[in-house]
């Protein structure tokens, strides 16, 4: 079984964070073969607000958020040791190929890839090329909402949605490097056209990626 899962940000703001979440993998990646999408985080994101007030337009904005999520990535690989690739990937396609070669290692790591879209699309892309059975999006909300639950407390959850469903609700957000959206436009139309089963849960205990995997969590389901 292939899974692809989308780590936030939330996860590189320390060393124990890191290796908390490395462990997990570890597991799963036992009996599961992982594909690892990491954010940039509060890291990224200030160093994108320090470009904009520079006078950076957003493409270059991205490639900063780009390379912060590139830096996440060799730190989770340094945790995770001979379990992982050493190096993180860059393109989708060398993820597949390197994949098909090395069966016995279980976890490939990638950040971002382009501009104009969150490490959510980069995500969902990989895992439509690799034909993944299941996606994660782990995030510091516990699923997708109406409105920002950060923002609005009243903000009402989602359960369950179908991917139509999903493309409508993040049509109406903004898109922009270091954007906070749970799920990004792209990555909703991806979901959409691959038709992948994807779980958006909340990351504050790395645990529940195990339990998301094992088809027990409190977050969404969209399918």
Known sequence: MKVVISLGGIFFEDAESIKKVAEVLE???KSYKL???TGGGETARECIKIARNLGANEATCDYIGIDLTRVNAKLLIAALKDAVYPEPFYDYKEV???KGEKENVKIAVMGGVSPGYTTDA???ILAEYVNAN???D????DGVYDADPRIYPDARKYDKLTAKELVAITAKEELKA???IVIDPVAAKVIERSGIKTIVINGSNPRNILDAVHGKHR???IR
């Open 122 to 124: 980069v995500a969902a």
């Open 27 to 29: 597991a799963l990646a």
């Open 96 to 98: 597949a190929e390197a």
């Open 178 to 180: 270091g954007s906070r």
């Open 35 to 37: 594909y690892i999408v």
């Open 134 to 136: 299941l996606l994660i």
């Open 219 to 221: 977050g969404t389901e």
């Open 138 to 141: 782990v995030t510091s909300v």
